[in-house]
Structure formats: structure tokens, C-alpha cells
């Protein structure tokens, strides 16, 4: 479904899109490994909060744990993303090789989800085997890495088709 948004409306929610902010607190645990609660720092003024879960799995053939900095940067075609730029936290094992970590992330409400970036940046090194993104009213997507990322770069995959202008 898609909505037809005013010229305002698109302002703003661009301009939240520039100015939005994240930060990383545990709050239950699933499973093994915790989940982890990002909630990213716009107005609910100017533009409408939605929930994201995003389901992370490390490869077996990982480092045994990473303390490099991760961060994720996901969106759609219309340029609306959510970016979380510090999901890591080294004291709590979090991307341990063969372990699967959950998040759930609070942000602007985007249309369906079509790409998704990693950024590692450190010495220890990671390989994630694949990320799963459920989103509200939306089938949940999922990105294959299986490789090691490079240090300091965004590194991922866009399947977004051009939207007409």
C-alpha cells in the first residue's frame, strides 16, 4: 500500500530523516542472548514512531566475539531510513560466533524495508551470517552476508526499484 504524502508532510519527515539518533539499552532476555531496545531521538510531532525487530546472526566462522563498533542503517525507495549507529556493547557478549542477537528498534515509520547496511569499526573483525528485519505490517526481509565485513564502510545490499519523481 502506498500513501500519497503532502509536500510538508515529506519535508518533514526528510527533515526528522536527516536528525534522528539512536542509542542501545538491554531490557530482556530471549533465549541465550539478550534483547536489546534502540529508540531513536525524533519528534513525534513531525513524524509517526513505529517498532522494528532485527534478528542477527553471527556466523559460526566469525571471530569467537567481536568488541568493534556496529552500527545498522536500514530504509525504502523513498529515502525514509532508521540508523542505529552503536548496537554493540563489548560486556555483553554481544555477536559471539554461532549466536543469534535480537533488537528492537523504535523510528520513523518507513514503507517497505529495501536495503540494509552494516558498519563494523574495530580490529577484532566480524562475519554475520544474515540480519532478518520484521517491521510493522510488512512481511519480515532478510539479508545474506556471509562474509567478513571491512573495517569502517558501510557494507550491504539495496533492492529498491527507482521511484518515479
Same mark, same amino acid.
Given at each position: 500500500?502506498?500513501?500519497?504524502? =503532502?509536500?510538508?508532510? &515529506?519535508?518533514?519527515? &526528510?527533515?526528522?530523516?536527516?536528525?534522528?539518533?539512536?542509542?542501545?539499552?538491554?531490557? /530482556?532476555? +530471549?533465549?541465550?542472548?539478550?534483547?536489546?531496545?534502540?529508540?531513536? *531521538?525524533?519528534?513525534?510531532? /513531525?513524524?509517526?514512531?513505529?517498532?522494528? /525487530?532485527?534478528?542477527?546472526?553471527?556466523? @559460526?566462522?566469525? +571471530?569467537?566475539? +567481536?568488541?568493534?563498533?556496529?552500527?545498522?542503517?536500514? $530504509?525504502?525507495?523513498?529515502?525514509?531510513?532508521?540508523?542505529?549507529? !552503536?548496537?554493540? *556493547?563489548?560486556?555483553? %557478549?554481544?555477536?559471539?560466533?554461532?549466536? /543469534?542477537? +535480537?533488537?528492537?528498534? !523504535?523510528? &520513523? @515509520?518507513?514503507?517497505?524495508? @529495501?536495503?540494509? *547496511?552494516?558498519?563494523?569499526? =574495530?580490529?577484532?573483525?566480524? %562475519?554475520?551470517?544474515?540480519?532478518?528485519?520484521? $517491521?510493522?505490517?510488512?512481511?519480515?526481509?532478510?539479508? %545474506?552476508?556471509?562474509?567478513?565485513?571491512? #573495517?569502517?564502510?558501510?557494507? =550491504?545490499? #539495496?533492492?529498491?526499484?527507482? !521511484?518515479?519523481?
Amino acid at each position: 500500500m502506498v500513501m500519497k504524502m =503532502g509536500g510538508h508532510l &515529506l519535508f518533514l519527515s &526528510l527533515a526528522v530523516f536527516f536528525f534522528s539518533f539512536c542509542q542501545a539499552t538491554s531490557i /530482556t532476555s +530471549t533465549s541465550t542472548k539478550s534483547l536489546f531496545f534502540i529508540e531513536t *531521538n525524533q519528534s513525534a510531532a /513531525t513524524a509517526r514512531s513505529c517498532s522494528y /525487530t532485527l534478528s542477527i546472526k553471527t556466523s @559460526c566462522s566469525s +571471530t569467537k566475539y +567481536t568488541r568493534d563498533k556496529i552500527s545498522v542503517a536500514f $530504509g525504502d525507495s523513498y529515502g525514509f531510513e532508521v540508523h542505529a549507529p !552503536r548496537l554493540d *556493547n563489548p560486556s555483553s %557478549k554481544i555477536f559471539e560466533s554461532c549466536s /543469534t542477537d +535480537t533488537f528492537q528498534i !523504535r523510528g &520513523l @515509520c518507513i514503507y517497505e524495508i @529495501c536495503y540494509l *547496511n552494516l558498519k563494523r569499526v =574495530g580490529s577484532d573483525g566480524w %562475519k554475520p551470517e544474515s540480519v532478518k528485519v520484521y $517491521g510493522p505490517d510488512r512481511p519480515a526481509i532478510t539479508f %545474506k552476508y556471509d562474509k567478513f565485513l571491512p #573495517n569502517g564502510v558501510w557494507f =550491504g545490499f #539495496n533492492h529498491c526499484k527507482k !521511484r518515479p519523481v
